[in-house]
């Protein structure tokens, strides 16, 4: 139980223009969603968070403009990187927590990579 | 301010070697404690996690820390290692309140393992 997939794996992008990933809970309702990113051979930066049904809530730094999430149902969020750039080249990871009586545990998304040419 | 403090970035053991990975963690009240292995391109697995009770936690593929409070420390160890160990490892504090919570990281431990 407790999977989280996103798609696509890979996506290669042209500069300037926008791309979006998926982040889907599979087997259970995810009332918070989290996006990172993660340069190569780096940690993993939390972008924002986000609550089903309401906006999302960004770290210091990262620009709401740029990167739109939308949390619309229990299931899914959705990461669009608008005006892409090849400094967004990087391995963007999602993470999904449900219940809170699961002790806040965050199930991770295998990751999408993107690269921006 | 929460912080996670990963000392050693690469660390290199011979098969069947034990292994010991350190982990510092600040924080102001109990934490929340998380053990994560990541594979080369891949997302995060959860190997283990701490929140109270026994302070020897016990994890997957025959990991476990041990949660010292006046050493501020979890750090994560394996008796024998396996090739297939061989992967980042991340330590990880979850910050709780101002509307929601969040994981913290440290900046990981690469793992290498020699045959």
């Known amino acids: 139980g407790a999977v989280v997939s996103q798609h696509p794996s890979r996506v290669i992008c042209k500069s300037g223009t926008s791309v979006k990933i998926e982040c889907r809970s599979l087997d259970f309702q995810a009332t918070t969603m989290f996006w990172y990113r993660q340069f190569p051979k780096q940690s993993l930066m939390l972008m924002a968070t986000?609550?089903?049904?309401?906006?999302?809530?960004?770290e210091q730094g990262v620009e709401k403009d740029k990167f739109l999430i939308n949390h619309a149902s229990l299931t899914l969020s959705t990461l669009t990187v608008t005006s892409a750039h090849p400094e967004d080249s990087s391995f963007y990871i999602c993470s999904a927590s449900g219940d809170r009586d699961a002790h806040y545990e965050q199930y991770f998304g295998p990751g999408t990579r993107l690269t921006v040419t | 301010a929460q912080s996670v403090t990963q000392p050693d970035i690469h660390i290199t053991v011979s098969e069947g070697a034990s292994l010991e990975l350190r982990c510092n963690y600040s924080y102001g009240a109990t934490p929340y404690l998380f053990w994560y292995v990541q594979s080369p391109g891949q997302g995060l697995q959860l190997l283990l996690k701490?929140?109270?009770?026994?302070?020897l936690v016990q994890g997957i593929k025959g990991f476990e820390a041990e949660f010292k409070r006046s050493q501020s420390s979890f750090n994560l160890r394996k008796p024998s290692v396996h090739w297939s160990d061989a992967a980042e490892y991340f330590c990880?504090?979850?910050?709780?309140?101002?509307?929601?919570?969040?994981?913290?990281f440290g900046a990981g431990t690469r793992l290498a393992v020699h045959p």
């Open positions: 990880a504090v979850l910050s709780l309140g101002g509307g929601y919570n969040k994981l913290i």
């Open positions: 986000s609550n089903e049904g309401s906006k999302a809530t960004y």
């Open positions: 701490y929140f109270s009770g026994d302070t």
